[in-house]
């Protein structure tokens, strides 16, 4: 029982490089977000995606880009890093949008940009 | 701008004694309130969560109050153990939103045996 699924679990980058974090879900799940965590701040949301083609902003959007084109994916892209963006990242899904509806983290990848 | 104030920023309890993490937020359209847990190198799971028609939810030695007037809750973690020593994070969301979740800064638990 996979759950959620996110890879690389390390990175580094140089500043200006870009990448794509993965995240899959086996559990058919409509909901699918990124959270970016940072000492102090809590998880703050990045994006999120209510079902397959449907995606929309969170409360830090600025700098990444996501798309959903498969119910078990949502792989989540830094275009130009930054270190601001030096980060643990957090993929979570759930059954349905609705709240109340328990959120399933991945284990995290934790990015470093130089 | 922080939604959701957790505090303390961390906490250290000996074996068997009461952990209390406190939580206020500012938006009373919020109508959903979980905490999550989490061990180190892991991702945060469910712990427990309230809706605000109710005072008190209690599942085994965790509980959450929930002062609507106040607009804070929290979470008491009784005959607190070694295993539940991990970082706890508060949060809300408004029904209309879904699942978007806005997390506190979390507390870091030390259960000292």
């Avoid at chain 1, 759950?3 to 990175?11: A, D, I, L, R, S």
């Avoid at chain 1, 999120?48 to 996501?66: F, K, L, M």
């Avoid at chain 1, 030096?86 to 959120?103: D, H, I, K, M, R």
């Avoid at chain 2, 106040?70 to 070694?82: E, G, R, V, Y």
Wanted: aromatic share 12%; proline share 5%; net charge positive.
């Amino acid at each position: 029982n996979a759950g959620v699924t996110q890879t690389p679990k390390f990175q580094v980058l140089k500043t200006g490089q870009s990448m794509t974090l993965q995240c899959a879900q086996d559990m058919n799940h409509e909901y699918m977000s990124w959270y970016r965590q940072d000492p102090g701040m809590g998880l703050r949301l990045i994006h999120y995606s209510v079902g397959a083609g449907i995606t929309d902003q969170g409360e830090v959007p600025n700098g990444y880009n996501v798309s959903r084109s498969t119910t078990e994916d949502f792989p989540l892209r830094l275009l130009s890093a930054a270190p601001s963006q030096t980060s643990v990242y957090f993929c979570a899904s759930s059954y349905s949008s609705s709240p109340g509806g328990e959120l399933f983290f991945g284990e995290g990848s934790r990015l470093t940009v130089l | 701008q922080q939604q959701v104030k957790q505090s303390p920023q961390s906490l250290i309890v000996q074996k068997g004694g009461i952990s209390i993490i406190n939580c206020a937020y500012e938006n009373t359209a919020f109508d959903y309130f979980p905490w999550y847990q989490q061990f180190p190198g892991k991702g945060p799971a469910l712990l427990i969560a309230i809706r605000p028609d109710v005072s008190e939810k209690k599942e085994g030695r965790f509980t959450i109050s929930f002062n609507k007037s106040a607009k804070q809750f929290s979470l008491h973690i009784m005959d607190s153990q070694p295993g539940d020593s991990a970082t706890y994070f508060c949060a809300a969301s408004r029904r209309i939103y879904g699942n978007k979740l806005v997390f506190g800064a979390g507390t870091i638990l030390r259960v000292k045996s």
